[in-house]
């Protein structure tokens, strides 16, 4: 069974930085797509970022020239780095993973509280 653990959440300032990481708990190498995701209160759950096993990249369009998407398959992590942070980045963040092309976002983290004050 596939865990995933997120960390690196926290309170920022506006215009700062934060680094979230999700480490799982088996090799990530063969994984088709690994993503984050946030929700904000009263808001659906939107993709901000996701990574492919071929390592191409996808941003939501707020965030893009902002955030940074990356994946170690070695430590079996990804990492999302958050720059010029703005306060409607706040929300709790997910990682979750598509282990193939076929599949359903099947694995979720608990998520990370990032909030972001003005």
């Known amino acids: 069974q596939l865990h995933l653990v997120e960390s690196g959440g926290g309170l920022v300032q506006a215009g700062g930085s934060l680094r979230l990481s999700c480490e799982a708990s088996t090799s990530i190498s063969t994984f088709y797509q690994m993503s984050w995701f946030r929700q904000a209160p009263g808001k659906e759950r939107e993709l901000v970022a996701d990574i492919m096993s071929s390592r191409l990249t996808n941003y939501l369009d707020a965030v893009k020239d902002r955030f940074t998407i990356s994946r170690d398959n070695a430590k079996n992590t990804i990492a999302l780095q958050m720059n010029s942070l703005k306060p409607d980045d706040t929300g709790v963040y997910y990682c979750?993973?598509?282990?193939?092309?076929?599949?359903?976002?099947?694995?979720w983290g608990q998520g990370t509280q990032v909030t972001v004050s003005s």
């Open positions: 979750a993973v598509r282990t193939g092309p076929f599949d359903i976002y099947k694995y």
